[in-house]
C-alpha cells in the first residue's frame, strides 16, 4: 500500500474563501484516500503562507526530507496551486518525487505522474497557474486605484483616527469620540493660535491616546492636520508624488473645507529649518546629565543666534523629553548655565588640589589632561550606546510610539 502524505496550504488571503480552509482540504482529501484504499501516513500543513516559492515554507521542506528518507512514496494535494504556484518549483518538485519513487497526485486535476502524459498535463498546469497569479499581482495596484477614484478609502493598515473600517465595509464611519478629538486639534491651532508643542502637551496631559496608543507627537498632529480625510476625500500613493491623487469620497466629513484649507494656509507659512552640520563642543554634556523633575535623560538643542556684532554664533540648550508629552514641567537650560554650575560645584570641592597634586607627581600635566579627555570620550561613547538599547528596550514595549522612536534615537545637535 501506498504510504500517502497529504499536503495542504493556504495564505492569510485565502483563509475566508469557502473550500480553501485547511480542515475542507483535508477533510476531502483524507475521504479520497480511502477511496483510493492508501495508506495515510500523515498530514503536512502550511498556514497563512502564500504559494509563489519552497523556500519559505518550513513544513513542505519537512515533507521533501521524508520523501528522501523513503517515509513517503505518495502525495497528495487538494490542487495544484496549493503545492506551488512557480513552474520552475514544481518541476523540480516532481524531479525529487520521480527520483524517490514517490507517486504525485491532485484531487482537483485528477493527475497521476506515473505516466508521462500526467506528467506533461502538470507542467502544462502550473504555466497557466503562474500566468493567473502574475496577473493578478498586476491588477491589484488597478483595482486599488480605481477604489479609490470610486469614493472608498483603502485603510490598508487602520482608518484615519476620527474614523472606522469594520471588516466588509468599503466606507468608513465617524467614530464620534475620536471625531471630537479631531475637531479640538483645529480649533486649538486656528482658533486658539496653539503650536503643535502645546497641541501635544494638552492632548498627552487629558491622557488621550491615538489609534495606535502611545503619545501624541509633532508628526501625529501635523498628519491630522495635513489629512483631507476629514472633509470627505480620499488619498490613494501616499508614499509616492507621482502617483498622489485625492477623490471625494463616500464617507461623511468631521470638519469643514473652509476650516480645513485655513489650517494648511497657516502651516505653508511656518518657516521650515535647515539643519546644518553642527560642531558638538557647545553641548557636551549631552548624555550625561538628567531631569531634576522627572528622571529623564535631558537631550540637546542647537540653534544659530546672530550677535550684535553681526556674527554666527552656536546657543546649546537642554531640555526634558517629557515636557512635549505633558508629563513635566522642567524649563529648558543653556549649556552656559550648565557649565557655570559645574565649575561652582567642582571649586566647592575642598580636596581637588590634592588630587591634582598627586596626578601631578604621577606624570605630566599634559598627559593628565588627554587621559581625562580619553576617559570622557569613552564615557560618553559607552553612555551613548547605553541610550540607544534604552529607546529600543522602550519602543518594544510599547513604551513610545515610532514617531517618538525615530526622534530619540537620531542624535540631536
Given at each position: ?6 499536503y ?6 485565502e ?106 498535463f ?14 493578478i499581482i ?13 469614493g472608498?478609502?483603502?485603510?490598508s ?5 476620527g ?12 467614530n464620534?469620540?475620536?471625531?471630537e ?28 491616546k491615538p ?12 498628519a ?7 472633509i ?12 498622489y491623487?485625492?477623490?471625494?469620497g ?5 470638519i469643514?473645507?473652509?476650516l480645513?484649507?485655513?489650517a494648511?494656509?497657516?502651516?505653508d ?5 535647515s539643519?546644518?552640520?553642527r ?13 531634576g ?8 538643542h542647537?540653534e ?23 508629563i ?13 554650575a ?11 588640589k590634592?588630587a591634582?597634586d ?21 564615557n ?15 519602543y ?6 515610532f514617531?517618538?522612536y ?7 545637535t
Amino acid at each position: 500500500m501506498l504510504k500517502t502524505a497529504i499536503y495542504v496550504r493556504v495564505s492569510t488571503a485565502e483563509q475566508a474563501q469557502e473550500g480553501y480552509s485547511i480542515r475542507a482540504q483535508i477533510d476531502k482529501l483524507k475521504s479520497y484516500i480511502l477511496i483510493k484504499d492508501w495508506n495515510f501516513y500523515k498530514v503536512y500543513a502550511d498556514e497563512g503562507i502564500g504559494g509563489k516559492n519552497v523556500v519559505d515554507r518550513p513544513v513542505i521542506n519537512e515533507l521533501i526530507n521524508d520523501v528522501r528518507a523513503g517515509n513517503v512514496n505518495n502525495v497528495l494535494v487538494y490542487k495544484i496551486d496549493r503545492l506551488t504556484r512557480s513552474t520552475r518549483d514544481l518541476i523540480d518538485l516532481t524531479d525529487i518525487f520521480r527520483k524517490y519513487n514517490c507517486n504525485f497526485n491532485s484531487l482537483m486535476e485528477s493527475i497521476d505522474t506515473q505516466t508521462a502524459s500526467g506528467r506533461m498535463f502538470l507542467k502544462i498546469i502550473c504555466i497557466f497557474t503562474e500566468f493567473e497569479h502574475e496577473n493578478i499581482i498586476e491588477r491589484i495596484p488597478l483595482a486599488c486605484e480605481k477604489k479609490v477614484k470610486e469614493g472608498y478609502t483603502l485603510s490598508s493598515n487602520k482608518a484615519s483616527y476620527g474614523y472606522d473600517r469594520e471588516n466588509g465595509e468599503k466606507i468608513q464611519t465617524i467614530n464620534h469620540e475620536e471625531a471630537e478629538v479631531v475637531k479640538e486639534i483645529y480649533a486649538m491651532y486656528i482658533d486658539g493660535n496653539m503650536s503643535f508643542t502645546a497641541i501635544v502637551q494638552d492632548l498627552n496631559h487629558r491622557n488621550i491616546k491615538p489609534k495606535l496608543g502611545g503619545a501624541w507627537g509633532h508628526v501625529s498632529v501635523r498628519a491630522i492636520l495635513k489629512n483631507p480625510n476629514y472633509i470627505g476625500k480620499v488619498r490613494y500613493s501616499l508614499s509616492d508624488e507621482n502617483r498622489y491623487f485625492e477623490a471625494d469620497g463616500k464617507h461623511e466629513p468631521i470638519i469643514s473645507e473652509e476650516l480645513f484649507y485655513n489650517a494648511q494656509n497657516k502651516m505653508d507659512k511656518i518657516k521650515r529649518k535647515s539643519y546644518t552640520k553642527r560642531p558638538k563642543a557647545e553641548n557636551y554634556f549631552s548624555g550625561t546629565i538628567y531631569c531634576g523633575v522627572c528622571g529623564a535623560r535631558l537631550i540637546t538643542h542647537r540653534e544659530y543666534r546672530t550677535n550684535k556684532a553681526g556674527e554666527r554664533v552656536i546657543k546649546g540648550h537642554y531640555r526634558c523629553p517629557n515636557v512635549e508629552k505633558g508629563i513635566c514641567n522642567n524649563p529648558t537650560f543653556s549649556h552656559r548655565k550648565t557649565e557655570t554650575a559645574f565649575q561652582e560645584y567642582m571649586n566647592d570641592i575642598q580636596d581637588i588640589k590634592v588630587a591634582d597634586d598627586t596626578m601631578l607627581e604621577e606624570t605630566s600635566k599634559e598627559d593628565s589632561i588627554n587621559n581625562i579627555i580619553k576617559e570622557e570620550y569613552e564615557n560618553a561613547i559607552e553612555k551613548l550606546g547605553k541610550k540607544e538599547k534604552d529607546v529600543m528596550t522602550l519602543y518594544l514595549n510599547d513604551r513610545i510610539d515610532f514617531d517618538d522612536y525615530e526622534s530619540m534615537k537620531k542624535p540631536h545637535t
